[in-house]
């Protein structure tokens, strides 16, 4: 006779055997199935007051199930994995997890309160199992997505794994660890699509809609979703809780991300077909949270991250400036400095500049020294009173030829030469053309190219670890789309004007910035990093330009919102970093689409539920 016909009952005091009496029943447990076995929806409605841990389809549509006091049924696993299971349950092992790989036959895991039981398992996934006991952690899940081979979800007690699976379910699963919740269910449908569970919380994908709408009313309904199970015949599945939803701190993550444009995140980046953003947070000068949404390019598998890397645009800017009060300091020179001499090159002037008018660093900085940075102005010998035109730098697409810094400001590029335009320090006009000299200045002081001297001065300092102005940088990156979501031809345009547009980096990466201001700003004396206190100061400080520190944009000065900061928009990216020095805080946002406005409404949700102007 099959022994899996029986239902086992072990190693619960008070259990039944024979004529021994029935233990009192919790209140029940809610549970859930659709289109499982009959017996098996019987099962559970039997064990489900002894709250079920662990429920499992076998690829062959067998299935185990597991309770907390140790009873157990199996129909069609493999004979090894039930003769361990009871093994295990005799020896007074509490059973967390039953999981088969997809490729069937005797391939099966136990993880109990004590170590783990497998066999034929991808050896990295029983090695890092084996790891997380040997540290202390128990395992309460292990998940196989139905495409086999070494792919696998270990879910710890303080721990995730992943390898081999679908990257947004990975992202997903780091998204919501970010709230203060801890992932407890992965589970991956035998016709694709995947779903994860952090008590409260779940996303999914391609996930049968009654199943959705199930785990919604168990959770709004005060239960702990525990077990999720799919069944590889007929699109079956089941949910089942062994307990209410415990004490959980407010998600500030999903505030934010439910308060986008008076819609959801997801609908936003739908509506400004945008494939990708990330967002990062500071609290107390520590980055509280960071997550990522979408794709790193439309239609593909690699899905956005915290440590994705963007092209910044214009926030290039603001962290040139830090590399450039950097310098200064270096030379113990004053930002007052008339900008020609370090340059190595003459600028041009209009006839109708007068010939004592100074360029300064500081006036560059701050937009003031005369160089009209949107492209050429009309007409060419107006010193005022002149339209703009060309915009920003439109950077090099595939197949051309990218030109020197030098022939860019000769005019030998796509734009025209850089030249002063009017007099310094008599108007404001925005200046990508003036960090184009910025950038040269650095690069004729230390010899370097801007890459190398800022990665050496800037970036490796604060830990910075992927950001680059290098033109192609060696790390992965977003690719930008147009306002109609088609990937722009090239993925991203070159911009050789490095220190105005050419910026790679990640929303970590400007919040470890942020933080070190931030401290910079408040504290009595130096702290480590690329500035002393005075730079910082100068750099954060209103100058010449009203709203202005040097290179960033300041508001609230004197508050306790005094906040700096700077947006970029380059085609296909848009982008936008905030730091508020006086409230330990700030953030971060990276996209790749080319309309600001979902920028915009994600800034706006963030300062909303966090109460910062």
């Known amino acids: 006779m099959d022994r899996r016909r029986f239902l086992t009952l072990a190693g619960a005091a008070g259990a039944a055997v024979g004529g021994l009496a029935e233990p009192v029943l919790a209140a029940g447990y809610p549970s859930f199935n659709r289109r499982i076995p009959e017996e098996a929806h019987v099962k559970m409605k039997e064990l489900a007051p002894y709250r079920i841990t662990s429920f499992a389809f076998t690829p062959s549509n067998g299935w185990v199930m597991v309770t907390a006091d140790g009873r157990y049924f199996a129909r069609g696993i493999p004979d090894a994995c039930f003769t361990e299971l009871k093994k295990l349950v005799t020896a007074g092992r509490r059973i967390h997890c039953v999981a088969f790989p997809p490729e069937g036959g005797d391939r099966w895991l136990i993880t109990t309160d004590k170590g783990v039981s497998a066999r034929n398992i991808p050896e990295e996934c029983h090695q890092r199992i084996t790891a997380y006991y040997a540290a202390g952690q128990q395992v309460g899940h292990v998940a196989f997505p139905p495409s086999g081979g070494n792919r696998w979800v270990v879910v710890a007690a303080g721990d995730t794994f992943a390898r081999g699976i679908d990257d947004e379910c990975y992202q997903m699963m780091r998204n919501l660890e970010q709230g203060g919740r801890r992932v407890t269910r992965v589970a991956f449908p035998y016709t694709g699509g995947w779903l994860v569970v952090a008590q409260d919380e779940f996303h999914g994908r391609d996930i049968d809609g009654e199943c959705r709408t199930e785990l919604k009313d168990m959770i709004a309904a005060g239960w702990e979703v525990h077990n999720v199970a799919f069944s590889p015949a007929n699109d079956g599945w089941s949910l089942c809780s062994r307990g209410t939803l415990p004490a959980l701190p407010a998600d500030p993550v999903r505030k934010v991300e439910n308060a986008v444009g008076g819609a959801d995140i997801w609908r936003r980046m739908s509506t400004y077909k945008t494939p990708g953003v990330a967002v990062a947070v500071v609290t107390g000068n520590r980055i509280a949270w960071s997550t990522g949404y979408g794709r790193l390019e439309a239609g593909g598998a690699a899905a956005v991250h915290p440590e994705s890397a963007f092209q910044a645009a214009s926030i290039s800017k603001a962290v040139a400036a830090v590399g450039v009060l950097r310098l200064m300091q270096t030379l113990g020179k004053p930002l007052t400095d008339d900008i020609r001499p370090y340059l190595g090159w003459t600028l041009p002037r209009r006839d109708c500049v007068t010939l004592k008018a100074t360029p300064t660093i500081e006036r560059v900085l701050t937009h003031r020294a005369g160089i009209a940075g949107r492209g050429s102005t009309y007409p060419l010998d107006a010193c005022s009173g002149f339209s703009s035109g060309g915009g920003g730098f439109p950077g090099y697409g595939p197949g051309v030829t990218v030109p020197s810094l030098l022939q860019v400001m000769n005019g030998q590029g796509n734009t025209p030469e850089i030249e002063l335009t009017t007099d310094p320090g008599t108007g404001y006009h925005y200046s990508g053309a003036g960090f184009v000299l910025l950038q040269r200045m650095i690069e ?66 400007l919040c470890r910035l942020v933080c070190y201001l931030n401290k910079a700003w408040t504290a009595s004396g130096d702290v480590a990093g690329p500035l002393n206190r005075a730079s910082v100061r100068s750099l954060l400080s209103p100058g010449p330009q009203s709203g202005m520190g040097r290179g960033l944009f300041v508001s609230g000065v004197g508050t306790k919102n005094f906040a700096y900061t700077h947006d970029g928009s380059n085609y296909g990216f848009k982008s936008v970093f905030k730091g508020y020095p006086e409230l330990g805080a700030g953030y971060a946002i990276l996209a790749n689409g080319d309309d600001f406005g979902l920028v915009n409404e994600i800034a706006a949700a963030v300062r909303s539920v966090y109460g910062w102007s």
């Open 444 to 509: 004729e002081e230390t010899g370097q190219s801007l890459t190398q001297y800022m990665d050496q001065q800037v970036f490796t300092p604060l830990g910075m670890r992927t950001s680059s102005y290098a033109l192609e940088p060696g790390f992965e990156r977003a690719a930008g789309h147009t306002t109609t979501g088609a990937v722009i031809p090239g993925k991203r345009n070159r911009y050789p004007e490095s220190a105005a547009a050419g910026l790679y980096t990640t929303v970590q990466d």
